[in-house]
Structure formats: structure tokens, C-alpha cells
């Protein structure tokens, strides 16, 4: 089995953009994130991500989790889980899945303040190659 590197420059389908810096000794790592789609459906900005993933020197496949708050834009927060895998034709992907929590005024509102979904991203690949 060929490893799958989480570090690097991903793009999802929404065509989110996400950048992975290097893993720390822990297997944490910090990155940005720039979100195509917005719950306001306004502005938005690049934002810190934090995480951590399974050692990648025991695994090949390794699950990871990370969290990204909404730089200014939003006072909404975003968990991520997932796994990094190497497909049939060789190409690397994330299949995972999130949790978004809307921050809402009062209890009440409580029911109704976190959404979930899925995201599949890809390597992006830059014009030089
Ligand atoms: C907000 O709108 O308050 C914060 C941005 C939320 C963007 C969500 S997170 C899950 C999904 N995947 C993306 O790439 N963007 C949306």
C-alpha cells in the first residue's frame, strides 16, 4: 500500500481550499483554510486550522481530526474526522466528515445550531505542476 501524506495543498468539492503544513513529532499539525461556502453567504477569509492524525510512521492510511475557527467572518466552529486514502488510480483523498456549530442566542435555539455533512478532497494541483 502506498502511504497517504496529509500535508499539502487539498481542495474539496464545495472548492474549499485547505493547506496542511508539515506534522509535528506529536503527528499534530496546524494549516489554513479558505471556505468557498459560507452560512451568511458572505465574505470570507483564510482561517487557522489545528489537528492531529495517527502516527504516520505505523500507518499507511492514517485518521486525523481537525478543528478551523472562522476567522472573524463567523463565530461558528468546524470539527473535521477523517481518513486519507490512495484510490485505485493512485490519487490521494480525504473522505471525511464534519460537524459545523452555529453559535445561536439562547437555549431555545440550541436544537437547530449544528449541521453535518461530508467532504471529499483532492490534491490541487498548481499550473507549473
Ligand atoms: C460560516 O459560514 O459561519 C463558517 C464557514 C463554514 C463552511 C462549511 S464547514 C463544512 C463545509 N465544508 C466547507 O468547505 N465549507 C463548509
Redesign the pocket.
Known amino acids: 500500500e502506498r502511504k497517504c501524506q496529509l500535508s499539502g495543498l487539498w481542495r474539496?468539492e464545495?472548492d474549499?481550499l485547505m493547506e496542511i503544513s508539515a506534522l509535528d513529532d506529536d503527528g499534530g499539525f496546524q494549516g489554513e483554510y479558505l471556505?468557498r461556502?459560507?452560512?451568511?453567504g458572505g465574505c470570507t477569509r483564510i482561517s487557522p486550522l489545528r489537528g492531529a492524525q495517527q502516527q504516520p510512521s505505523e500507518v499507511a492510511w492514517p485518521t486525523f481530526a481537525f478543528t478551523i475557527w472562522?476567522n472573524t467572518f463567523?463565530n461558528?466552529t468546524?470539527a473535521f474526522a477523517g481518513q486519507c486514502f490512495v484510490d485505485a488510480s493512485g490519487r490521494e483523498m480525504l473522505s471525511t466528515m464534519?460537524m459545523?456549530r452555529e453559535a445561536v442566542g439562547s437555549l431555545e435555539e440550541d436544537w437547530k445550531a449544528t449541521r453535518v455533512?461530508r467532504?471529499v478532497f483532492t490534491r490541487k494541483r498548481t499550473p507549473k505542476g
Do not use: D, Y
Request: net charge neutral; aromatic share 12%.
Open positions: 474539496n464545495q474549499s471556505t461556502v459560507t452560512l451568511a472562522w463567523s461558528a468546524t464534519w459545523l455533512g467532504n
